[in-house]
């Protein structure tokens, strides 16, 4: 995960969730966050907003904490 990706997906969840992106670590849980089901298809949509992708609706489940985000969006990226 590169620290640029990381950032990104920090702010935007910070923003979201209306919390400091800096109390956000890289082994965070979506969910201990805050973030419920509807939260985190909100901030699918924002991520392929910000990275210019598409989340296939099967990876959705599987992007629970922020680095699995931020290896998920470095996949569909390099793809």
Do not use: H, N
Request: aromatic share 4%; hydrophobic share 40%.
């Amino acid at each position: 995960m590169t620290p640029d990706t990381l950032e990104r997906v920090r702010r935007l969840i910070g923003q979201y969730l209306k919390i400091a992106p800096e109390t956000i670590g890289e082994d965070s849980k979506l969910e201990e966050l805050g973030l419920d089901s509807l939260g985190a298809l909100e901030l699918v949509f924002e991520i392929e907003e910000e990275f210019k992708i598409k989340v296939p609706d099967e990876r959705i489940p599987g992007l629970r904490t922020v680095r699995a985000v931020c290896d998920g969006i470095e996949d569909l990226r390099s793809a």
